[in-house]
């Protein structure tokens, strides 16, 4: 079996997580956040479009995690999203943080926007 080192791009692959955080390139953030190419920064949740809105153009498309269960984004966000060309795929945070990587590591322009997973069960 040949094994191959990734290299990622300048942006950063999620390493881990916990009921409040994300870990990016070795920097544990707070959540809700987003990250992608241009790094890693906060994001103020439904609430805030604009910041979702700073990837058109950038990315193929911006996974959302939407906590640790997969719920539907509000309709007026995903009508934002969608007018304004935006590839939006849902899913909860930690699978939208392992399609992440994986896109992440085959060189794609993707973006992820994450709410946190919650209490520790």
């Known amino acids: 079996m040949r094994l ?3 290299v990622y791009t300048d942006a950063q ?3 881990g997580y916990g009921p409040d955080f994300f870990r990016i390139g070795g920097t544990k953030h707070a959540a809700p956040l987003v990250t992608g190419q241009a790094g890693t920064r906060s994001w103020g949740g439904y609430e ?3 910041t979702l809105l700073s990837f058109v153009g950038e990315v193929d498309v911006l996974f ?3 906590g640790k269960d997969i719920t ?3 309709a007026a ?3 934002r999203l969608e007018a304004e060309g935006l590839g939006v795929e849902v899913m909860s945070s930690p699978a939208a943080c392992r399609t992440y990587n994986v896109l ?3 060189g794609r322009r993707v973006a992820l926007a994450l709410l946190p997973v919650g ?3």
């Open 72 to 74: 539907h984004l509000p």
């Open 13 to 15: 692959p999620v390493e």
């Open 104 to 106: 992440l590591s085959e």
């Open 119 to 121: 209490a520790a069960d």
């Open 4 to 6: 191959n080192e990734v």
């Open 64 to 66: 959302v995690g939407t």
């Open 77 to 79: 966000l995903q009508n």
């Open 48 to 50: 805030d479009a604009d």
